[in-house]
């Protein structure tokens, strides 16, 4: 075969950029975050891991979210890039986040099978950061069914009080994630 790749044919007359647009990127963040929220991919997710886990009496799963690292000796932050499956289960796709997915449960519960309660980040909007938004915005956007400001987590949870956490990385969580007796 003689053929070789050529742009032109494929392209045409468009230009085909050499570097990484952050329009671009804003654009097909925005497509893909619609998407997500418009097929109720989180919510679906949650429901399925709250159907495939076994029935307890007051049980939750809490899922710890990406942590936003910096360079070696620096104040540069490393590209950010969400842990995967608390990205599957809450479409949150911001650094320093928690979520507490209800399980089925053999009484009654403030989070029902499947819901997601999200922790986040009260951004700053002089540095950036965090959410800059409403929690209500946030529950909208996310698809979560409520969210919460990080610094109110223990006094949450206590209200909440699980019986039981499940989680995969326990070492991870915060204080006052896991509320006493649970």
């Not at 919510?43 to 049980?59: F, Q, V, W």
């Not at 809490?62 to 070696?72: A, H, I, N």
């Not at 206590?158 to 915060?174: K, Y």
Request: charged content about 20%; proline content about 6%.
């Amino acid at each position: 075969d003689d053929a070789s790749f050529n742009a032109a044919a494929i392209f045409g007359d468009a230009a085909v950029p050499e570097f990484v647009d952050p329009e671009l990127l804003a654009q097909v963040d925005a497509v893909r975050a619609d998407y997500a929220h418009s097929m109720h991919i989180p919510s679906t997710s949650r429901a399925r891991l709250a159907d495939a886990m076994p029935i307890e009496n007051g049980a939750v799963a809490f899922l710890v979210g990406g942590k936003l690292e910096k360079r070696y000796g620096t104040s540069t932050e490393i590209l950010f890039r969400q842990e995967s499956q608390f990205l599957y289960l809450s479409g949150f796709d911001h650094p320093e986040a928690l979520l507490v997915v209800g399980l089925r449960s053999q009484s009654k519960m403030a989070i029902g099978p499947g819901q997601g309660f999200l922790f986040i980040d009260r951004g700053d909007p002089v540095w950036g950061g965090g959410w800059q938004g409403t929690l209500a915005e946030c529950a909208e956007v996310y698809d979560v069914d409520e969210c919460f400001w990080l610094e109110n987590l223990a006094d949450t949870m206590s209200a909440l009080a699980p019986n039981t956490v499940h989680t995969l990385n326990a070492d991870e969580l915060p204080a006052g994630a896991i509320p006493p007796g649970a």
